[in-house]
């Protein structure tokens, strides 16, 4: 049963990097695409973005560039980077396993949908 | 940029029939999916593919879609279905993948 834990810093000064890593075990990092996912206080959840083992990524358009995501496949592990950190970026990041599925009703298209997560990390912007 | 609208809050007495639902343009072309996320937990997937139930979910959870709404049904609601459920989808494009912005459903 494949599980996920995040680890990184509490708490990050404004301006500075946010950086996260997610340690995947129970399966191997290259055989699924790998979201992170952040969640305001009080607030709802944020997709901010996907990595395939192979380095191909998505990211959500709000972060403007801001967020880098990369796999380390010797230690089963994927990471994100957050640069230029604001208060708006605090946080519960979680992680989570994709699926990538054909649909049986359009010829050559794919969905992909978050089916397990991480318990997430709380990252705190302030100086 | 493309959103979901769920209703911010539902309220059931234990045993009634709970619906949420989730609205989006896109929804009549793309799967609706639902998560559970009890209060200080991680989001748990509970349907999957519009109306398909993971396994351990319990049957009283049940999905269903229609042009632009995705419905979730909890039939004999408990006290321990007391959560914030969120839908999740993409747009057209499948270059925004959002989430509604959540309900919160009530059993008392």
């Known amino acids: 049963q494949v599980q996920l834990q995040e680890s990184g810093p509490g708490l990050v000064k404004p301006s500075e990097t946010l950086s996260l890593t997610c340690t995947v075990s129970?399966?191997?990092?290259?055989?699924?695409?790998w979201s992170w996912i952040r969640q305001p206080p009080g607030k709802g959840l944020e997709w901010l973005g996907y990595?395939?083992?192979?380095?191909?990524?998505k990211y959500n358009p709000s972060l403007k560039s801001r967020a880098a995501m990369s796999v380390d496949t010797s230690k089963n592990q994927f990471s994100l980077t957050l640069t230029s950190v604001t208060a708006a970026d605090t946080a519960v990041y979680f992680c989570a396993r994709v699926l990538r599925e054909r649909s049986t009703v359009t010829a050559n298209y794919f969905y992909y949908y978050m089916d397990v997560w991480g318990k997430g990390t709380s990252v705190t912007v302030s100086s | 940029s493309y959103g979901l609208t769920q209703p911010p809050s539902v309220s059931v007495s234990p045993g009634q029939t709970a619906t949420i639902t989730c609205s989006g343009d896109?929804?009549?072309?793309?799967?609706a999916f639902w998560y559970q996320q009890r209060s200080g937990q991680a989001p748990v997937l509970v349907i999957y593919e519009d109306r398909k139930r993971p396994s351990g979910i319990p049957e009283r959870f049940s999905g269903s879609s229609s042009g632009t709404v995705a419905t979730l049904t909890i039939t004999g609601a408990q006290v321990e279905d007391e959560a914030d459920y969120y839908c999740?989808?993409?747009?057209?494009?499948?270059?925004?993948?959002?989430f509604g912005g959540g309900t919160k459903l009530t059993v008392l």
């Open positions: 999740y989808s993409t747009d057209s494009s499948d270059n925004n993948w959002v």
């Open positions: 129970g399966d191997s990092v290259s055989n699924y695409y």
């Open positions: 896109a929804l009549p072309k793309r799967y």
């Open positions: 990595i395939y083992y192979t380095g191909n990524t």
